[in-house]
Nanobody
Framework: QVQLVESGGGLVQAGGSLRLSCAAS????????MGWYRQAPGKQRELVAW???????YYLTSVKGRFTISRDNAKNTVSLQMNSLKPEDTAVYYC????????WGQGTQVTVSS
């Protein structure tokens, strides 16, 4: 069982940038695909981006070209660089495997003001 701790969120103006980090308590090397999810108030959690061990990536259409996911298996970390942020990116962001497990962390709040 891997515990996940997300950090790096905050309040930023539209057009700004944030870098989220996810630290895993155990090895993520066996997690073939690691991803970032988000949940906005009143909405279902959605998958924003993922990266496989082989370096393949996926991005939600609305974040493509603005967000970049990366992972460091040696450090057991997954990161999400978010540029050109929009108010609609406001949500709590979580990392987890893809497909997700029940081992959700506390998430990190991202708030983008207009």
């Amino acid at each position: 069982q891997v515990q996940l701790v997300e950090s790096g969120g905050g309040l930023v103006q539209a057009g700004g940038s944030l870098r989220l980090s996810c630290a895993a308590s155990g090895s993520i090397r066996d997690s073939r695909i690691m991803g970032w999810y988000r949940q906005a108030p009143g909405k279902q959690r959605e998958l924003v981006a993922w990266m496989s061990n082989g370096g393949n990536t996926y991005y939600l259409t609305s974040v493509k070209g603005r967000f970049t996911i990366s992972r460091d298996n040696a450090k057991n970390t997954v990161s999400l660089q978010m540029n050109s942020l929009k108010p609609e990116d406001t949500a709590v962001y979580y990392c987890n495997q893809v497909p997700s497990t029940n081992d959700w962390g506390q998430g990190t709040q991202v708030t983008v003001s207009s």
